[in-house]
């Protein structure tokens, strides 16, 4: 009788809001890994990120745990420019499209968890069968945007990306969103240098 009145007050305690809270990412700033593209170009680099780009947001899907993200256009923008600036002669962020050298602009990053793989282990508590799922999650950013050299548009980018790093757990969460962020910023660096109007210079 007295297991069974604990187990109700541990219910009722985590009805009343006291679970675990969601792990919480502000402001970071990281660089895309580019070594085996890098490349020097002697133009300017405008990067364009439209508003449909939030700053602040809930990293959720396939009904796993939940990340709350803030500060994330100003991450991102340090994040760009650190992956590319070795390679253009100025890196830089506008409102609208540069009419001069090359100029990216970004629609939309859309994060999300990806899970991986899942493990489930069985218990019995007072004859009773308990069983729970753990999973494994990366981030995944899906993209897309237009690239544009001279005012003229030349590519599209359509494209998404995983993180290298997973976890299975909640403190996990913000380094795994971090290196997709990483990996996010070799993904479209990769792909701006190698657009033909640039890759033949």
């Not at 069983?131 to 998404?160: C, H, M, P, W």
């Amino acid at each position: 009788m007295k297991r069974y009145l604990t187990l109700c007050a541990l219910s009722l305690i985590a009805l009343c809001g006291c679970a675990p809270k969601p792990p919480i990412l502000g402001f970071f700033e990281t660089d895309g890994y580019i070594k085996p593209y890098q490349k020097s170009f002697g133009d300017t680099l405008t990067f364009v990120l439209s508003q449909e780009i939030s700053d602040e947001f809930v990293v959720s899907g396939a009904g796993v745990r939940r990340m709350d993200v803030f500060n994330f256009r100003k991450s991102l923008k340090l994040s760009l420019y650190y992956t590319f600036l070795d390679s253009f002669k100025d890196v830089r962020f506008a409102d609208q499209v540069d009419s001069n050298g090359v100029c990216v602009v970004l629609y939309r990053v859309r994060p999300s968890w990806e899970i991986k793989s899942a493990s489930t282990s069985v218990s019995g508590v007072e004859g009773r069968t308990v069983s729970s799922t753990n999973y494994q999650v990366a981030a995944l950013f899906r993209y897309d945007g237009v690239i544009y050299k001279d005012g003229e548009k030349v590519s599209v980018l359509d494209n998404e990306v995983m993180s290298e790093a997973s976890t299975y757990f909640r403190s996990g969460m913000p380094d795994t969103f971090r290196d997709g962020t990483k990996q996010l910023c070799g993904a479209i660096y990769k792909e701006v240098v190698e657009t033909e109007p640039l890759s033949y210079r």
